[in-house]
């Protein structure tokens, strides 16, 4: 594996590590049996993309109705929320961190918008509301993170359960139904024959593409990773930790203000009792989608291929006549499997 190559998956190590001279140690021969394994670190977007072709496949060979341009864009229209949730997740995971609260945040800014809106309020102040209430929040975990030293865990798992049950108070455990034109309209869209494309579809295609730019192409992004590897030598390299993971925190909650934005556009009603599991699904696209659980390594286009996975599969067994709790084993496989591989290719890297 040369300089370059590392460069490319891994810009946290490349930024420190740049200045120093000599030949590292990946560049040393590997014994052959392991050049995969190091070829797999060094692009872990490889895995997710051959398991997402080949349930593509399987699923095309095995259902009639899986590639009718309607189911298509429904498994599009299906993944956005929790691909929009899984994008600021992948920040925090990156930092190794983890987010429980993500979706009773992105709960909490539907149901703040849309009390608001049900109040005769303008569309436009009620997406602000909203933005601002998830930022808020995802910067309160921020805060407990670095300032109070409390485990990622444990921090959002209070947020979560606090968040949950707030809402429910918040707006007395009442729905609110949405009648912006504004407010929804990332549930529509363009048609191409029978495909439909939402703007919600093609905002998640966009903030992949502006994420991605900035974790590889900006100082923040390259301490984000060192900061994963190892963050005492990035703190000895002169990295602002906390200042740096502070900054997730409150980036990720942009992320769950858009996807509240989309969720209000694919069911247009505030639900308090909606997404129960999106912080779990949001967890399971990242992993899926090659992001290591201890941090450092990973990206935002392996997290939109995952969570395309856990949308096909469930879809693809729900078209096969499979009974949905054998689409949480499948899943509930799939994260186990991608668990292992990640700490394996982490002890194939060490020898």
């Known amino acids: 594996m040369t300089t370059s190559d590392r460069t490319r998956s891994d810009p946290g190590q490349a ?31 490889a895995g997710p993309l051959l398991a997402l072709v080949v349930i593509l496949i399987v699923f095309s060979v095995t259902t009639s109705t899986f590639l009718n341009p309607g189911n298509l864009s429904l498994i599009v229209q299906q993944s956005v929320v929790v691909g929009t949730l899984a994008l600021g997740q992948t920040l925090i995971i990156l930092v190794s ?14 149901v703040v918008a849309g009390s608001y809106l049900a109040g005769g309020g303008d569309p436009l102040v009620a997406m602000l509301l909203g933005l601002v209430v998830c930022v808020a929040a995802a910067s309160v975990n921020g805060l407990i993170v670095t300032r109070f030293r409390l485990p990622p865990f444990i921090a959002t798992l209070g947020m979560f359960t606090i968040l949950t049950a707030g809402a429910r108070l918040y707006s007395q455990s009442r729905s609110f139904p949405i009648n912006s034109d504004l407010v929804t309209i990332l549930g529509s869209g363009p048609s191409i024959g029978n495909l439909d494309i939402t703007y919600g579809s093609l905002l998640w295609v966009v903030l992949t593409l502006l994420l991605a730019y900035a974790l590889h192409q900006t100082a923040w992004g390259v301490r984000l990773y060192a900061i994963g590897n190892s963050p005492s030598a990035a703190r000895l390299n002169g990295v602002n930790v906390n200042g740096i993971v502070f900054s997730v925190y409150a980036v990720a909650g942009v992320f769950y203000a858009f996807a509240a934005w989309q969720a209000l556009g694919r069911t247009p009603i505030a639900d308090p009792s909606g997404y129960q599991i999106a912080n779990l699904d949001s967890i399971t ?21 995952g969570a395309l996975i856990v949308v096909v599969l469930k879809n693809g067994l729900t078209q096969a006549g499979i009974d949905s709790l054998y689409q949480q084993i499948a899943t509930g496989f799939l994260v186990i499997l991608a668990v292992g591989a990640d700490q394996y290719l982490r002890r194939g890297q060490r020898t």
């Open 15 to 45: 930024g420190l590590a740049g200045a120093s001279a000599g030949i590292s140690p990946a560049d040393k021969p590997k014994p052959s049996s392991g050049r995969w394994i190091a070829a797999l670190a060094a692009f872990p977007i």
């Open 285 to 305: 696209a990242v992993v899926i989608g090659g992001t290591s659980l201890f941090g450092g390594r990973g990206g935002v286009f392996g997290t939109f291929i």
């Open 97 to 110: 961190g983890i987010d429980l609260a993500n979706g009773a945040i992105m709960v909490l800014g539907t």
